[in-house]
């Protein structure tokens, strides 16, 4: 989670998206919640600093940002909704 983050925050979208499939990958014999949410957010928070503008990509980071306002995974919600400001 913390690459995926540090490439988010460093505008590094090709390999934020390689860690997201790293994670995915790695969480896929045992799902968990967390990981499921924050390999979500790394895709749409990528797709959309690569410039993404659609009602998909905005429907997924709504449903994004109430997962982590419900997990109360607070710290994470100002990426969320910078990027549903840019769409």
């Known amino acids: 989670r913390e690459a995926i983050e540090t490439s988010l925050e460093r ?3 090709p390999q934020a998206q390689r860690y997201c499939e790293l994670l995915n990958h790695y969480a896929a014999r045992e799902p968990v919640p967390w990981a499921t ?3 979500a ?4 928070l990528a797709q959309a ?3 993404a503008r659609n009602a998909d990509l905005a429907e997924e980071l709504n449903r994004i940002l109430a997962e982590l306002n419900n997990a109360g995974f607070k710290a994470f919600l100002p990426a969320v909704t910078a990027a549903l400001k840019r769409l």
């Open 11 to 13: 505008a590094q979208w």
């Open 41 to 44: 957010r790394g895709l749409a």
């Open 49 to 51: 600093g690569q410039g």
């Open 37 to 39: 949410l924050f390999v």
